[in-house]
T-cell receptor
């Protein structure tokens, strides 16, 4: 079974600084997708960034980028120039490709942004 | 366009009562998921619908939980004889399907269920 581990229950960052959230996963598959979701206090889950396992290039979306280490099964999220609106729970998620209908989520990291 | 909606947003019920939670997915989304999120925890997969295929019920925790979906539209999650451990936020998500696994899920705001 696939498992996703986020070892940092809480993180904090000063506004305008950079923070990295960790995620590791366990799988025997070679082809899969990885996601980072953000859940603000409103509870609305929002996709932040996705990574296809077959791509070596790390995904980036504006201030958000990932460090995908396939051999190490690691998928960390870097937030640059942190903003107050980045404060939220962040969940790492795994999905098997093609026939994978289940998403597997980590337990989340609560990010606080300090003004 | 409209996103995924869920109702009610909050539900308080007495132990032993049945509850129904509703999810309206984004129009055109063939895939629909239900998750449970306990306080301070991640998302726990419950059930998945894809078009007219048989649903994947592998995540339902007990036979007190069931879900239905009418075609590719509304879904209801029913919890019978609620227990206090059922207290959680129940999230619904929809996506275009699984033909491309990169299809992201769009989540509703959730229903917070409190069993007293």
């Amino acid at each position: 079974a696939q498992t996703v581990t986020q070892s940092q229950p809480e993180m904090s960052v000063q506004e305008a600084e950079t923070v990295t959230l960790s995620c590791t996963y366990d799988t025997s598959e070679s082809d899969y997708y990885l996601f980072w979701y953000k859940q603000p206090p409103s509870r609305q889950m929002i996709l932040v960034i996705r990574q296809e396992a077959y791509k070596q290039q790390n995904a980036t979306e504006n201030r958000f980028s990932v460090n995908f280490q396939k051999a190490a099964k690691s998928f960390s999220l870097k937030i640059s120039d942190s903003q107050l609106g980045d404060a939220a729970m962040y969940f790492c998620a795994y999905r098997r490709s093609l026939t994978g209908n289940q998403f597997y989520f980590g337990t989340g990291t609560s990010l606080t942004v300090i003004p | 366009g409209a996103g995924v909606s869920q109702s009610p947003s909050n539900k308080v019920t007495e132990k032993g009562k049945d509850v129904e939670l509703r999810c309206d997915p984004i129009s055109g989304h063939t895939a629909l998921y239900w998750y449970r999120q306990r306080l301070g925890q991640g998302l726990e997969f419950l059930i998945y619908f894809q078009g007219n295929s048989a649903p994947d019920k592998s995540g339902l925790p007990s036979d007190r939980f069931s879900a239905e979906r009418t075609g590719e539209s509304v879904s209801t999650l029913t919890i019978q004889r609620t227990q206090q451990e059922d207290s959680a936020v129940y999230l619904c998500a929809s996506s275009l399907g699984i033909a491309l696994a990169s299809y992201e899920q769009y989540f509703g705001p959730g229903t917070r269920l409190t069993v007293t």
